[in-house]
């Protein structure tokens, strides 16, 4: 079983910046591609960002010029800088990852991760 841990969130003042990080781990395992979701209250779990296996990137239209996805392939690791954030950027931020492990390719999902942000 893989299991995906995220880090970095936190309460910013508009304009700033945070860095979330998410960790995949577990045993005889490969990640493909993975990106950042986020659900703010009431509303829908919707994409943020998104890379291949290859760095190939793609974003929401509301974050485009202000998010940057990366990843570490060495580490299965996943990086979303976050600047200029703006009070609508607030929601808990999810990992999430497509996994081959034991023959299987499933989707596996972290915990999430709270960002906020104050006008």
């Known amino acids: 079983q893989v299991q995906l841990v995220e880090s970095g969130g936190g309460l910013v003042q508009a304009g700033g910046s945070l860095r979330l990080s998410c960790a995949a781990s577990?045993?005889?395992?490969?990640?493909?591609?993975m990106g950042w979701y986020r659900q703010a209250p009431g509303k829908q779990r919707e994409l943020v960002a998104h890379?291949?296996?290859?760095?190939?990137?793609n974003y929401a239209d509301s974050v485009k010029g202000r998010f940057t996805i990366s990843r570490d392939n060495a580490k299965n690791t996943v990086y979303l800088q976050m600047n200029s954030l703006k009070p609508e950027d607030t929601a808990v931020y999810y990992c999430?990852?497509?996994?081959?492990?034991?023959?299987?390719?499933?989707?596996?999902w972290g915990q999430g991760t709270q960002v906020t942000v104050s006008s």
């Open positions: 577990g045993r005889n395992f490969r990640i493909n591609a």
């Open positions: 890379i291949t296996s290859g760095g190939i990137t």
């Open positions: 999430n990852a497509d996994v081959w492990s034991a023959g299987v390719i499933g989707s596996s």
